[in-house]
């Protein structure tokens, strides 16, 4: 009896003890027992799914970078996107604008100039369409979106690898000279890297907890539809999908197809309403840019450029620990690798190359940077050290001083605007490569300009010359003939330096008299000099002394 009722006492003091335990669980699981620590921890967390003054410092530091890039990069971060915008918001109310030849060919779609002409159209609407806004409140917005991309790429490598690790994918993605020297650009390819990185974060690699494939998949066909080739470095990770996916039926009818269709359709309809019938720009664009590889007007270079220069280039001083983290980072990244090499090899395949077309890999390469960096023991303090000031002194060189003259000419064509105070007509004429400049979205207003036509042949004749190769092969021949009595001659003539010799007996034959010199680079070629000349047309009684 008493051995039954010691067991009895120890029955019950066990259940006491494990209805102890449960309660206790269930404290440290409610909400209300949290410190006050971890609930203020919590309330930051919530901007993007990280700290919110890590997203503020990340947003203001792209702004700076906005405000730090001053420069002239290529021609298509303005004719293929502000110079749109302003033809679109602006060509019916005041009769003025300029497409080139690639939206009368329909290569183009209007739904990435349709974001910037949104917000001309705001701006517009609230009065505040002033030049300065329409330059600089398109670029910060593509600030604004390079920054959301910094932050994506944090939080995909926190859930990938450690905190340590993406610590230092965030510090190379951020010290990239490239990446500060692009993405504040209003460039598709800017574009393209946004979305490409947004979508990276939703995608099924191992170990994310943020996959969600209908998110990925719309973003990628975003991407597609504002850059076709945007879907190249994408193959490997579509066909990676698809092969560990054990419902491929559902994933192809439910996903790939239906976004696709979707947001095709929504591109047909856009383009539909801006060229006045359907297009499908992308299959025109894939067709003139591959098919045809009618890009080779532009400029071609050999197979192995990416590898000998275009790749090394962008990733400047980040190249060695790249090299050494390809070989240290696990096999989840591996297709990260894959991707990179595969739209690298691909791109090599085309004949016109550019630094630019390999942007939306980048950042792929920063996680193999910092993985290198994460996994450095001695030398970590003086390669930390050694990368940011390389990359910060290449980046203020190309952001503040490299082809800047481009664009600081602008700030004086706007003076030739008519306003109250200065109703005299003027005209200029750009004597340089065409699309040295911005155009009207730099100016915004209906003053009479023009510039050297280039457009490629697409009708097969051969031996074809466009207008700015005619006028270089004779300029002062050619501006003779153009120019043949004093009523046609333009008020302003804007040419490099390279060109002064050349045409200055016309210049003095018609009275043309140097008003301003403007730097432009340290390192002139061909037809591009290192500064720019602009000259005013005086009249007889007017010449200065």
């Not at 909400?31 to 930051?44: C, K, V």
């Not at 003053?447 to 270089?472: I, N, W």
């Not at 003539?493 to 016309?506: D, K, R, T, W």
Request: hydrophobic residues 45%.
């Amino acid at each position: 009896m008493e051995q039954k009722g010691g067991d009895s006492s120890l029955f019950f003091r066990g259940l006491q003890s494990r209805s102890h335990e449960k309660m206790k669980l269930r404290k440290r699981k409610s909400a209300l027992y949290l410190s006050a620590e971890e609930a203020s921890a919590g309330r930051r967390r919530d901007l993007l799914g990280e700290n919110i003054y890590l997203v503020l410092f990340t947003v203001a530091l792209r702004i700076f970078n906005c405000f730090l890039v001053q420069t002239s990069f290529v021609p298509d971060e303005y004719w293929q996107s502000l110079e749109v915008a302003h033809h679109m918001v602006f060509k019916y109310p005041f009769n003025y604008g300029y497409l080139t030849w690639e939206w009368t060919e329909r290569l183009r779609g209007y739904t990435y100039p349709l974001i910037f002409a949104s917000i001309y159209k705001i701006l517009h609407l609230l009065g505040k369409d002033s030049v300065h806004l329409l330059i600089w409140v398109p670029r910060l917005a593509q600030a604004l979106l390079s920054a959301i991309t910094d932050v994506r790429l944090y939080s995909l490598m926190k859930q990938l690898g450690n905190q340590g690790t993406a610590r230092w994918v965030f510090f190379c993605q951020l010290c990239s000279w490239f990446t500060w020297y692009c993405c504040t650009r209003t460039l598709t390819n800017t574009m393209e890297t946004v979305l490409t990185i947004i979508a990276l974060f939703y995608y099924p690699l191992e170990g994310s907890k943020s996959v969600n494939s209908v998110k990925y998949l719309s973003l990628l066909a975003l991407a597609f539809v504002v850059r076709p080739t945007a879907v190249i470095p994408w193959i490997p990770l579509l066909f990676r999908h698809f092969w560990q996916e054990h419902r491929k039926l559902d994933l192809i009818l439910h996903h790939f197809l239906l976004v696709g269709f979707v947001t095709l359709g929504l591109s047909l309809i856009i383009d539909r309403i801006f060229f006045g019938q359907w297009t499908l720009v992308q299959f025109n664009f894939l067709k003139f840019n591959v098919l045809q590889n009618l890009g080779t007007f532009y400029g071609s270079h050999p197979w192995h450029w990416y590898f000998s220069q275009g790749f090394p280039v962008i990733l400047g001083t980040h190249l060695p620990f790249f090299i050494h983290g390809c070989f240290l980072a696990p096999k989840r990244y591996r297709i990260l690798l894959v991707t990179v090499l595969w739209t690298v090899l691909v791109y090599s395949m085309l004949s016109h190359k550019e630094f630019r077309f390999i942007y939306p890999v980048l950042p792929f390469c920063m996680v193999f940077c910092g993985y290198s960096l994460n996994h450095l023991k001695v030398w970590k303090k003086p390669a930390v050290s050694f990368l940011f000031l390389s990359n910060m002194l290449l980046a203020l060189y190309t952001g503040l001083v490299h082809q800047r003259g481009t664009l600081d000419v602008m700030s004086h064509i706007q003076e030739l605007c008519p306003n109250s105070h200065n109703t005299s007509s003027a005209s200029v004429f750009l004597m340089m490569p065409c699309h040295s400049t911005p155009y009207y979205s730099h100016v915004h207003c209906p003053l009479p300009m023009r510039f050297l036509q280039c457009p490629p042949d697409l009708t097969g004749k051969s031996h074809y010359l466009d207008e700015a190769d005619v006028f270089y092969l004779n300029p002062l021949n050619w501006l003779y003939k153009e120019f043949h009595s004093d009523s046609s001659l333009p008020t302003h003539l804007i040419i490099f330096s390279v060109l002064q010799e050349e045409v200055s007996a016309f210049l003095v034959s018609n009275n043309y008299e140097r008003t301003a010199v403007i730097f432009h680079t340290h390192l002139p070629e061909g037809r591009t000099g290192s500064h720019i000349y602009i000259y005013e047309r005086k009249l007889k009684g007017k010449l200065s002394s």
